[in-house]
Nanobody
Framework: VQLVESGGGLVQPGGSLRLSCAAS????????MGWYRQAPGKQRELVAT???????NYADSVKGRSTISRDNAKNTVYLQMNSLKPEDTAVYYC???????????????WGQGTQVTVSS
C-alpha cells in the first residue's frame, strides 16, 4: 500500500488549505485513514482520522476548523483546513490502517509528508 499526499504549501493566517492522500497498490481493505502532523522539535500528533464506517475523530486543536472526508471508491482521504494559524505549521503525514490481502494482518502505512506553512 502506497500513500501519496498533495495540497500542502504556504498560506496566510486565516486562510484555507485542502490536503489529499491517495492510497494505491495492493489493497484488500482500509480500516481507517487520517492525518498526523509534526512540527519542528515536536512529536508527531494526530490531526484527524476517518474510519470505514464514516465516523471521525479530531484533535482538539483543529476541531471546528477542519473537516476530514473520504472517497472509498478512490481510496482517497481529504483534509479541509480553515482559519489556519501559524501553529498549524508542520509536515502533515497521511496514515492508513489497512490490509494488503485477505490473509494479511492490518498494518500502518505512512505517506512521505507534505509541508504546510502558515505565515504572513
Amino acid at each position: 500500500v502506497q500513500l501519496v499526499e498533495s495540497g500542502g504549501g504556504l498560506v496566510q493566517p486565516g486562510g484555507s488549505l485542502r490536503l489529499s492522500c491517495a492510497a494505491s497498490g495492493t489493497i484488500f481493505s482500509i480500516n481507517a485513514m487520517g492525518w498526523y502532523r509534526q512540527a519542528p522539535g515536536k512529536q508527531r500528533e494526530l490531526v484527524a482520522t476517518i474510519f470505514s464506517d464514516g465516523s471521525t475523530n479530531y484533535a482538539d486543536s483543529v476541531k471546528g476548523r477542519s473537516t476530514i472526508s473520504r472517497d472509498n471508491a478512490k481510496n482517497t482521504v481529504y483534509l479541509q483546513m480553515n482559519s489556519l494559524k501559524p501553529e498549524d505549521t508542520a509536515v502533515y503525514y497521511c496514515h492508513a490502517s489497512a490490509r494488503s490481502r485477505s490473509y494479511s494482518p492490518t498494518r500502518d502505512y505512512w505517506g512521505q509528508g507534505t509541508q504546510v506553512t502558515v505565515s504572513s
